[in-house]
């Protein structure tokens, strides 16, 4: 699948999936978590971030593949490693997506109230949106996403401009910062949802038209045009506090007189819809590789006239809508879906650190070194809630491993 993304359509995209559901929502919970040690969780999460990325985006150029992390880790530790976090990655998309879906209906909420079955109904209309986009392919969305990203910066701007802070209000903020290890700790374990996207860009490389000399720039373009637009939210919120609903709405509305449910609606659902799309793209390209590899079913092999996986990518869509009405029905808690899914992608960052140690050349080993640590760190924030990636990383290897040596024994038998 050769593709016609380019260098800056390619950072429109990363920006869109990292700023996506979050980013009119994540800074308020943050700052619920640590008041204004929230903007030091931000800071040093966004720093964390700029190896991984670096790491991420030269994997992606250096060896282009569907698969994206598992293929570095097949490459790297062997077939069943690279199946192991494949799999992971197939199996926590149905279940992160819907939690992105559910966080994107909280801006559906601000322009029409709606609760019930009426929300997932909604909900679903959202997916259906997606099927859509995903039968035409992703450079088509990809130039859509990179003017939503414009269209957020200058809000984020505008606001700034707006409320007239200048550098005394910033310092005195900043000066005053309260300097808690453990809530800073649970604010960057909230904040990391932001970040999730890097690696589901490596799955894309293909569909660049140059990924060897794009990938990377349009990776570090975008997160540290993300960081700082987060950055830049946090500090609106604690400058113009707003108690209630979605924050970001209450500070439009006070600084432009309304609109504020309207703006943040609009922009939110998009943003919301773009990470999603980003996602169901990534994950049916890695469904096709597999099938073509005999780990999936055959079926999801075929390639529509536009060259893309649609039956992959319909799969999934069908799944996340699966898993949007049984979080309904069984009243599962969004925060769960959350932190379930960083805990599996704290595993993937981490495995694919660990395999750019071999694949890459030795200049970039520190830089592995330092993104594993920061993954350490990442993953003890988290605390409990790895257990699920723990468990899921052992019976997905543990089974893949048995498969494995009962293939070789009847083959030994035959022979």
Not at 359 to 379: D, E, M, T
């Amino acid at each position: 699948m050769k593709g016609k993304i380019g260098r800056w359509q390619g950072a429109g995209l990363m920006a869109t999936t990292l700023l996506g559901t979050g980013v009119f929502i994540l800074p308020q919970l943050t700052i619920e978590a640590a008041g204004n040690g929230a903007l030091i969780a931000w800071v040093l999460l966004t720093v964390a971030m700029i190896p991984i990325t670096l790491v991420f985006g030269r994997l992606a150029g250096a060896l282009p593949h569907a698969a994206g992390p598992a293929y570095f880790a097949e490459k790297a530790f062997g077939q069943s490693a690279g199946r192991t976090i494949g799999l992971m990655f197939v199996l926590v998309v149905p279940l992160g997506a819907p939690a992105a879906i559910l966080m994107t209906f909280q801006f559906v909420n601000e322009l029409v109230a709606l609760s019930g079955w009426y929300q997932v109904g909604v909900e679903l209309l959202l997916l259906s949106i997606l099927f859509l986009l995903n039968q035409k392919g992703i450079q088509v969305s990809a130039k859509i996403q990179f003017m939503l990203t414009l269209g957020v910066v200058a809000v984020v701007v505008s606001l700034f401009g707006a409320i007239g802070a200048n550098v005394d209000d910033i310092k005195t903020l900043t000066t005053h910062i309260e300097v808690e290890v453990h809530t800073i700790a649970i604010a960057a374990g909230i904040a990391f949802w932001s970040f999730l996207g890097v690696e589901a860009m490596t799955h894309l490389a293909n569909d660049f038209q140059n990924p060897k000399k794009d990938m990377l720039p349009a990776m570090m373009i975008g997160i540290m045009l993300v960081g700082l637009v987060y950055l830049g939210c946090t500090l609106l919120l604690l400058l113009v506090p707003e108690g209630s609903g979605v924050a970001m709405v209450g500070v439009i509305n006070q600084q432009f007189g309304g609109y504020g449910a309207q703006i943040i609606g609009v922009l939110g659902i998009a943003s919301g819809l773009a990470t999603v799309n980003v996602y169901t793209a990534s994950v049916s390209r890695l469904i096709h590789s597999f099938s073509c590899e005999g780990v999936l079913p055959q079926y999801f092999s075929v390639l529509n006239e536009n060259k893309l996986p649609v039956r992959a990518s319909n799969a999934v869509i069908a799944a996340m809508a699966v898993v949007i009405v049984l979080t309904y029905v069984t009243g599962q808690e969004l925060d769960d879906l959350i932190s379930w899914t960083n805990g599996v992608f704290v595993i993937i960052y981490s495995v694919s650190m660990l395999a750019a140690g071999r694949l890459l050349s030795k200049r970039y080993l520190p830089l592995a070194i330092v993104s594993c640590f920061l993954c350490l760190i990442l993953g003890i924030a988290l605390g409990a809630n790895m257990l699920y990636a723990v468990c899921l990383v052992v019976l997905l290897f543990s089974y893949l491993e048995g498969r494995k040596q009962h293939k070789k024994r009847r083959q030994a038998a035959l022979a």
